[in-house]
């Protein structure tokens, strides 16, 4: 018999965070891997040990918006600045049993535009310490990719 979760991210966004004291918590070294042509890494860039080419790391607190990490991001790539560039974000987590990453996309920003995503943090996404981020950075002037399908039906 199968067992299905309930929860849905409208539940999962309810839930109460702690609030962190900045002055008084330790930040968390944050591994955040970037591409510019809107796609996500592949999986196998993470194997064994390996990481793609393109870290850029932040300290920050779990509760970090999206939005906030959006403003850090732009600060280091003068490209993503511009009004328009949309920003996906996925956790990039090792799934122990299996002895491989797994991608979770977390939520969507978009450069000078206020969107549902923004007020998101680490902390309610299920961010852990020593997940990385992975961030797929589009241009404002191309659309960003569309999900591909695993079937061609």
């Excluded at 569309?146 to 061609?152: A, D, E, H, S, V």
Aim: aromatic share 8%.
């Amino acid at each position: 018999m199968a067992v299905e979760s309930r929860v849905t991210q409208e539940e999962i966004k309810k839930e109460p965070e702690k609030p962190i004291d900045r002055e008084k918590t330790c930040p968390l070294l944050l591994r955040v891997f970037t591409t510019n042509n809107g796609r996500h890494h592949r999986m196998d860039e993470f194997t064994r040990g390996n990481v793609p080419a393109s870290e850029l790391q932040i300290y920050t607190w779990m509760d970090a918006t999206l939005k906030e990490l959006t403003s850090l991001v732009k600060e280091v790539f003068p490209e993503a600045r511009k009004k328009g560039t949309h920003f996906s974000f996925a956790t990039v987590f090792p799934e122990p049993m299996r002895q491989m990453y797994r991608m979770k996309d977390i939520g969507n920003t978009v450069s000078g535009r206020k969107g549902p995503d923004d007020s998101l943090t680490l902390q309610s996404q299920r961010f852990q310490i020593g997940d990385y981020l992975d961030i797929a950075i589009t241009p404002p002037n191309r659309a960003p990719p569309l999900p591909m399908r695993m079937r061609p039906y």
